[in-house]
């Protein structure tokens, strides 16, 4: 699977924004998908991940509330709907997939994710 990712951008402090991770391939549906985000020097730090099919979502505890993440199976694409900004949110946003029938699914870990798109960026200005 190929994953693009956009809709990043610039906005003020409490605004929102919406990211697209579009996917090619005939089996979306049957992907794990995350996203995570990273600045410069800093490791890859999970955001947000929804399984497989119909999806059940996961948050970082410092999203939780604020971020929504969801999938339509029939476009191919999960999104990231963040609002309530913060300065801390500025970075380079990436959408990953996993084949979703393997086992030991560990959402927060990089590592599980063998697919990512390119990144986006974000900058939310205080």
């Known amino acids: 699977v190929q994953l693009q990712a956009s809709g990043g951008g610039v906005v003020q402090t409490g605004g929102s924004l919406r990211l697209s991770c579009a996917a090619s391939?005939?089996?979306?549906?049957?992907?794990?998908l995350g996203w995570f985000r990273q600045t410069s020097g800093k490791a890859r730090e999970f955001v947000c991940s929804?399984?497989?099919?119909?999806?059940?979502?996961y948050y970082a505890d410092s999203v939780k509330g604020r971020f929504t993440i969801s999938r339509d199976n029939s476009k191919k694409t999960a999104y990231l709907q963040m609002n309530s900004l913060e300065p801390e949110d500025t970075a380079v946003y990436y959408c990953?997939?996993?084949w979703g029938y393997g086992t030991g699914y560990r959402q927060s870990d990089s590592t599980e994710y063998a697919y990512w798109g390119q990144g986006t960026q974000v900058t939310v200005s205080s």
């Open positions: 929804i399984s497989r099919g119909s999806g059940n979502p």
């Open positions: 391939g005939r089996t979306f549906s049957a992907y794990d």
């Open positions: 990953a997939a996993r």
